[in-house]
């Protein structure tokens, strides 16, 4: 297990379901692991991060879940 997959076991340990970014050459690793836990968690992508925030701002106040 690397890190990316032990965020993503972390993350999945706390119920998140949704994860929205946008993906980079330094989150690869990440994006790898996301792939890996589909479709128990899902990625959305976003234009730029400052979207991505809110989006999972509002995922979150609307599910009353956790979102990344």
Do not use: K, W
């Amino acid at each position: 297990m690397n890190g990316a997959q032990a965020v993503v076991e972390m993350l999945l340990a706390y119920g998140v379901e949704c994860v929205f970014g946008v993906p980079g050459d330094t989150s690869l690793h990440l994006y790898d692991a996301l792939y890996d836990a589909s479709p128990r968690i899902r990625h959305v992508l976003a234009r730029d991060e400052r979207s991505a925030a809110f989006m999972a701002d509002a995922y979150a106040r609307l599910t009353h879940r956790p979102a990344v």
